[in-house]
């Protein structure tokens, strides 16, 4: 698929998905909302992507979907519908990739958007991003895995104050309860998300994998299951070139190089 | 039913009980465990009223069960099974009712009076207001949703604090572990109540419950079932009156005029 | 069971568990996988228990499994299984223990170190105590219930964060994120774990223990569930004698003598 709506590269190991429809706030129109799964998908799978990277071009990371597309006439329950798959599918991809996940977000990120800034294993907020559910204003609850993420990350109460009040978190806030891992200054904002790319990339990939989705599952999991999950995943796992490195590393001065294998 | 432990009241799309046994520390008898449950279903299903509110009259909010009532001899399970269905009636009755609930909470809040002070999708905590679990102390676990609510809001470590360690938590605190949406002045409190019931009956009330919905079932969910839910419900609010008239005044300088249809 | 790794002695009504290989950094070997859970068998079931202490001797409270007695060369799973089992059956047994658990924390608690030192319903921990994830060093994920509890204490986010960045978390933080309830000073650590082991042991131990089974499963129980949990929990306990004692003591000055039935 030749991508209009996004860019995606990949480099030295790390799969990167760029909004790129600044003119319109990287708005969720139709097209996005095919390409957007389209390569979180192909990332996935790749095997030679070690860790997927999500941000934006322009000066909003997404402000959700495009409502210039809508009618608000009560014929726009099909194409709602069609975006929500797609943007669904991505999130959905995102989160059970067997790999970690990074996002940096600038701007805002609103609606829609408020999802996709907040699904990675660790997200970095510039210090000008600003998170918002946004939905209310325009009669609408939450989608985009929002109401999964926010109670999980910030607490059932915070999560009810985001959206029964509805005002902007700042980067600074954000990281404070819990939407961002890191709020880093603006300017830094493209090196820094690299850097935690290129490092997540280089490390225990499929360790880290089985991690993310151990705690993805866990607050619905009742104690024995995940014990008995954890003890798969991580029997599975001694047996890969990267617990052998690991191992071998184990009291030396030498750091393990990690294969993801 | 005339009620003789609580007042009921609506006025302008806001239902508001109120406990009514001040001189009792608004504890939970037998009548009051009948009254509540009937009185939140008849705010649930009255689509005149479009949030509802809820507080007490006196200096406590509610000290839980009325202990006077119990003789301690062994012979009162029925009884504290009968008050317990009535509170879980009611407390269940406030979370899925098609609208928005707002708790205000001045005094003690303990025991079978925790539960409904922290069921809110808003709570406001008067300065003087004391939140206690308080069982314990009569050799009791926690009722009411207590144990529901408490590891969702404030984390399974602080709820354990609350529980096993049973100190008092104020209004200040609170508000900063989750407890409460907010602490307010004690001669405020009617009056922020009253503004907050106003402003969200006058809000998209159809997508603020659909939201609360979500959020409420969203840590036993798994991803792709949030998902999906969350993909059904936006799509059916598109057909509304107020994602009509969201989307009207978007990108405009008037507010949109919700009917909650 | 003579025990060779552990020790394990009841006092005064406290079951006290004492990790003692300090100079093996109290990791995990075969035989410590076996004792523990067969200490942990003895104490819940031992009616004259009615609270359990956990903590180490030496400088750590434990660095997880022992490398020393893993190849890396792909011939560990089994070992890695029986461990992890014994270490999951020890977990599971605490956490559904008829009593509360207590953990005192010094040093470093490390890959399958910290899932137990974390599992007790209140959990102190020395100024010196370290919390990391530290798996991803050696290509490994999580176990010893580590993804289960990390989560449900400090949110999915801070969870992301240890797992992902995986640095060490001192006490004062553990405590101000929720890993560890209180942080003390490094020479208290054995009086304050006595201390609120015997104020647990002296309680009404099974209040606690419905308690606490019903914060344990809250995260993936619908609100109705648990509420009827909640109910039968505590009609249950009105037929005990530590509801007598709470209800006789009610509005005196005197402080109930729970017996724990």
Redesign the interface.
Known sequence: MAYETIDCTVTEGVGTITLDRPEAYNTLNDRMAEELPEAARALASDDGVRAIALTANGDAFSAGAD?GA?????S??AR??RI??GL?EF??QL?RAPK?VVTGVDGVAAGGGLGPAICG???LAAESARFEFA???????????????????????????L???DEPVGAEEAAEI????EAVPDGDLGDRLAEEAAR?AA??T???A???R???????????T???D??D????????????????A??TDES?E?AGE
């Open positions: 409502l809508l009618s608000g006439d009560g726009d329950e709602i519908r929500a798959a669904h999130v959905g989160v970690p294993d660790i997200v939905y209310p204003r325009m009669g609408l609850c939450g989608d985009g895995g929002s109401t999964y993420f926010l109670p999980r990350l910030v607490g059932l109460r915070r999560a009810q104050e959206v029964f009040r819990g939407l961002a891992t997540l490390g225990p499929r360790a880290y089985a991690a993310g151990l705690l993805a599952g866990s607050f619905g999991t009742p104690l024995e995940q014990l008995a954890e003890a995943e991580i029997a599975e796992l001694t047996n890969t070139t990267d617990f052998a490195r690991g191992h071998a184990f009291g393990p990690f």
